[in-house]
């Protein structure tokens, strides 16, 4: 069985910095491509950032210059580097990942979700 857990959310003050990670366990053959979502009250959920095993990054144009994804593909993590928060991204950051666990036996997972509080 596979999870991802997310961690590192929290309460800041605007124009600060927040650091999300995300580990996947389980049964895993392989990990594809990782990403952050988020969803703020009211709204549908959004894409953030993704990065491929590869390491190409696609990021919304929301947060580009701001937001840095990295992974780990020894450990199984995915890490969102949040820098000059601002208040509207408040939300509730999920982490996602197209994980296999034999071959041709792939799916997509989501963590429990993680809230981000910015403050004005």
């Known amino acids: 069985q596979v999870q991802l857990v997310e961690s590192g959310g929290g309460l800041v003050q605007a124009g600060g910095s927040l650091r999300l990670s995300c580990a996947a366990s389980?049964?895993?053959?392989?990990?594809?491509?990782m990403g952050w979502y988020r969803q703020a009250p009211g709204k549908q959920r959004e894409l953030v950032a993704t990065?491929?095993?590869?390491?190409?990054?696609n990021y919304a144009d929301s947060v580009k210059g701001r937001f840095t994804i990295s992974r780990d593909n020894a450990k199984n993590t995915v890490a969102l580097q949040m820098n000059s928060l601002k208040p509207e991204d408040t939300a509730v950051y999920y982490c996602?990942?197209?994980?296999?666990?034999?071959?041709?036996?792939?799916?997509?997972?989501w963590g429990q979700g993680t809230q981000v509080t910015v403050s004005s």
């Open positions: 990065i491929t095993s590869g390491g190409t990054t």
């Open positions: 996602n990942a197209r994980i296999c666990a034999r071959v041709l036996d792939c799916d997509n997972y």
């Open positions: 389980g049964s895993i053959f392989s990990i594809g491509t």
